[in-house]
């Protein structure tokens, strides 16, 4: 079956579906890892978008068991996944293959993005896609059985996504003498996974939680969906955090929010970091790092309240991160946690967590 993707310029592109058979609309934005699916369409950061995929060959290990938790420390915590459902809007792939083979696999990438309800099509020239969105930047779109006719397209950057994806409850992971509050905006397990491999206890909060309602010797911020300014209860609530002397560290939307929270402004890239080799420099020491990346909005480069650019993007010059020049302050714009990408900057948790 075809399945045609239109572009809000009037442009359509057709493929063979292989995933649900239904409609999908939004930003449509490319990633340029080689591997790593199973933990890129479960990251919440790609909620409201239709991915491309710039590697040509897609599904030819499969997907892991859904369902799997670990129980490394004493506490449930999903393994193999970035969250618990595909959070892409919809998939374009060049090749898609339908056999696969790899010791963890339990079913193929048509039969997981089926049964979530993903469509997803193949045979694609994902380089001239891929080229188009370079020139253009990053586009609307709808992926659906028919061309669209209308002018109307959804826009998720004109939502408050992050409400979409932040947890409703709080929950606390007790794992040690030290606690870190954890501001969910739509956050990678994996990063929940480096603080309880540190031993530290955690409490797992929602986006617009009270903060003062709880106990804790550290704020993290985490990455997110979508523009920044709509986490209003978020940024209020770092913005009381500022007063104090805890530690703070925030990760991809985590970095934006810190900024906002701060006084700063943020803006949206023309097609935003969204692969697992991005370059990064470290300004103080000038040391580079290979960085796993996905957003579409970046910190201004006026700081304020003390702040100074801590890393630098080398491909484009954006800031990459934030570090207070005074207090126990720090976030990045990159993922040290990874999942899927490098693991060079994972020594950012053991700094974080040596402030507790």
Known sequence: MEKILTLVDGSTISGESFGADTTAAGEVVFATGMVGYPESFTDPSFTGQILVLTYPLVGNYGVPEHGTWSMKHGTKVLENFESEKIQIAGLIVSEYSEKYSHHAAKESLAAWLQREGIPAITGVDTR??????????????ELANVKKTDKKFYDPNKEHLVARVSPTK???????????????CGMKLNILRNFLDRGVSVWHLPHDADLSKYEFDGLFISNGPGDPVFAREAI??????????????????GNQLLALAAGMTTEKLPYGHRSQNQPVRELATGKCFVTSQNHGFTVSRQMKDGFEVA???????????LRHKTKPFFSVQFHPE???GPTDAEYLFDEFVAKL
């Not at 609530?237 to 939307?253: A, D, M, Q, T, V």
């Open 128 to 141: 001239a896609l891929t080229q188009k969105l370079r020139d253009h930047g990053t586009i609307l779109g």
């Open 236 to 253: 209020e609530s770092i913005r009381r955090e500022l007063k104090n002397n805890k530690p703070i560290f925030g990760i991809c939307l």
């Open 338 to 340: 990874a999942t899927p």
């Open 311 to 321: 890393f630098e993007n080398i491909n484009d010059g954006s800031v990459e991160g």
């Open 170 to 184: 709080p929950q606390f992971f007790q794992n040690g003498k030290k606690t870190v509050a954890i501001l969910d």
